[in-house]
């Protein structure tokens, strides 16, 4: 749902996607009116998220844009296709990356998956892994699951000649430490989420080698596949509650693994672990601890005081507005590995920020909104809940005010609430399509954005794997919403109507 230009995706005419009386085919894909440049993607239907997991032409082809890991934006096809007829030779390709030591990690990741040699060179500013057409999806999942990709912004700039200003993040960093109640001398910038969460994952195995990670709790998928992928390997446990819950905190008590890994809540079951008791038997074992805080923010929760590394997606609800790119690392001076992390992270990113310029611009002006938007998205997000957890046609809800309420609300702020990211899943799943066909609000594989978004979530995060994910809890029919801050009569008419065909 990421445009990543100049222009900022709240643009798009929300209330008119509200009251128009049908999709059509010509919805996939829509263009911002106001600017050729900036793009959105809506999947309107459930049958086009179905079309675009199968890849089917006719809706591959209207789309203009799309989540960036994964659909790669005009413009970076742009610079895949120059940097390959400038660097390679017959049946190569170039994967474009921001940096040198992105496309050095990625060698070694193909190099090792191939067992083959490949190689890098500088096109423009960028650096390029060059591999041969067989082995570009392999190369591929670097890009994907590192989120170490470059900003389309940036690639749009070198096209337009237009040559960015120095560098200076003091500004922004200063701003980010004011929401977060830190310092900004510990907040590190990174490409995006996922690059955040891939530098906290870096730094941990570099102090704990050798040794595995835990994950708790259903995690956004990559997270897990980066455990998967790289270092020795993770340890899963899908809900922290009962035996296996204390079995695990023995075993972090014992120093079995390199560091813990949570999402407070987690997405999509919006669950959230007992932080502090995982905190203590971390400190018990000498096991770092990272806890993401994007599904809710900074605003509503704060994890700091037990985490050694807070990770965050400012993509989403800090950003606001879908335009714009940003993941950041926070670390816990108090922590005993502080000194340790503080070196890695002076290492592997000594300005504190890998941001397009251009990009932290941009950030820094959507901060403005930040407190206010997320006041209007909590007391939108919590009517919304409560109109579907009274549902007669609701089967469940996932949120954060009706399961696991004591943990999370150990971690709300003085001014916080429940957020506006929602789950629900039918009492009858063969209507979840129709009800998600008629939810006139926009569709799309993203959260945080001022307006509200929906998802048939397990479908498009999970395709290849709905068999393992149902034995996780996730239901396949589970619709997710993050809800925006559209006038909440207007957000309630809709739901209402969506629910009618339940």
């Given at each position: 749902m990421l445009a990543n230009f100049s222009k900022p995706l709240h643009d798009i005419h929300v209330r008119d996607l509200l009251t128009e009386p049908a999709w059509t085919d010509e919805d996939l894909?829509?263009?911002?009116?106001?600017?050729?440049?900036?793009?959105?993607?809506?999947?309107?239907t459930w049958d086009s998220i179905i079309g675009y997991e199968e890849a089917l032409e006719k809706v591959t082809s209207r789309m203009q844009c799309g989540y960036p890991r994964f659909f790669r934006h005009p413009a970076i096809n742009r610079l895949f296709a120059e940097a390959r007829e400038h660097v390679c030779e017959a049946g190569e390709v170039a994967i474009v990356f921001p940096h040198l030591e992105a496309a050095q990690r990625a060698h070694f990741f193909v190099e090792k998956r191939i067992s083959a040699a490949v190689k890098i060179t500088s096109y423009e500013s960028f650096q390029c892994l060059i591999v041969s057409e067989e082995h570009f999806p392999i190369a591929m999942e670097y890009?994907?699951?590192?989120?170490?990709?470059?900003?389309?912004?940036?690639?749009?700039?070198?096209?337009?000649?237009?040559?960015?200003?120095?560098?200076?993040?003091?500004?922004?960093?200063?701003?980010?430490?004011?929401?977060?109640?830190?310092?900004?001398?510990n907040i590190y910038?990174?490409?995006?989420?996922?690059?955040?969460?891939?530098?906290?994952?870096?730094?941990?195995?570099?102090?704990?080698?050798?040794?595995?990670?835990?994950?708790?709790?259903?995690?956004?998928?990559?997270?897990?596949?980066?455990?998967?992928?790289?270092?020795?390997?993770?340890?899963?446990?899908?809900?922290?509650?009962?035996?296996?819950?204390?079995?695990?905190?023995?075993?972090?008590?014992?120093?079995?693994?390199?560091?813990?890994f949570c999402e407070l809540p987690s997405n999509p079951l919006?669950?959230?672990?007992?932080?502090?008791?995982?905190?203590?038997?971390?400190?018990?074992?000498?096991?770092?601890?990272?806890?993401?805080?994007?599904?809710?923010?900074?605003?509503?929760?704060?994890?700091?005081?037990?985490?050694?590394?807070?990770?965050?997606?400012?993509?989403?609800?800090?950003?606001?507005?879908?335009?714009?790119?940003?993941?950041?690392?926070?670390?816990?001076?108090?922590?005993?590995?502080?000194?340790?992390?503080?070196?890695?992270?002076?290492?592997?990113?000594?300005?504190h920020s890998k941001l397009y310029v251009a990009d932290s611009i941009v950030l820094e002006q959507n901060l403005e909104g930040f407190a206010a938007r997320m006041q209007q998205v909590n007391g939108n997000g919590k009517a919304i809940a409560e109109l579907l957890h009274l549902h007669p046609e609701v089967a469940n809800v996932w949120y954060p005010l009706y399961n696991t309420q004591e943990e999370y609300s150990k971690l709300m702020t003085s001014k916080g609430g429940f957020g506006g990211l929602i789950s629900f899943a039918l009492k009858s799943p063969k209507k979840a399509p129709k009800v998600f066909d008629s939810l006139k609000i926009t569709k799309g594989p993203s959260l945080g954005t001022e307006f509200s978004?929906?998802?048939?979530?397990?479908?498009?995060a999970h395709y290849d794997e709905l068999e393992w994910v149902e034995n996780?809890?996730?239901?396949?029919?589970?619709?997710?919403?993050?809800?925006?801050?559209?006038?909440?009569?207007?957000?309630?008419?809709?739901?209402?109507?969506?629910?009618s065909h339940a």
């Open positions: 894909g829509m263009p911002i009116p106001d600017d050729k440049h900036a793009v959105s993607v809506c999947l309107p890009w994907r699951y590192t989120g170490e990709i470059v900003s389309s912004r940036r690639a749009t700039d070198l096209f337009n000649g237009r040559i960015p200003a120095l560098s200076n993040t003091t500004n922004l960093l200063d701003k980010l430490a004011a929401i977060t109640t830190g310092s900004a001398e910038l990174y490409e995006n989420g996922m690059a955040a969460a891939f530098a906290a994952f870096r730094s941990v195995i570099s102090i704990r080698p050798n040794k595995k990670t835990l994950q708790l709790e259903f995690p956004y998928v990559d997270v897990l596949k980066i455990q998967q992928n790289f270092g020795t390997g993770v340890v899963y446990l899908n809900e922290c509650d009962d035996e296996p819950f204390w079995e695990a905190l023995k075993r972090i008590q014992q120093g079995e693994f390199a560091a813990v919006l669950r959230s672990v007992d932080l502090e008791k995982i905190s203590q038997a971390c400190k018990e074992g000498g096991v770092l601890l990272v806890v993401d805080d994007t599904i809710c923010s900074s605003y509503n929760i704060d994890v700091s005081k037990f985490a050694d590394i807070t990770t965050t997606s400012l993509t989403k609800w800090v950003s606001g507005k879908g335009d714009v790119m940003a993941g950041s690392i926070k670390l816990n001076p108090q922590s005993s590995y502080f000194t340790s992390l503080q070196q890695f992270f002076k290492a592997d990113n000594p300005s978004l929906a998802c048939p979530y397990t479908l498009l996780c809890g996730v239901p396949t029919n589970l619709i997710r919403v993050s809800i925006g801050i559209e006038p909440l009569d207007t957000l309630l008419d809709a739901f209402n109507t969506a629910l």
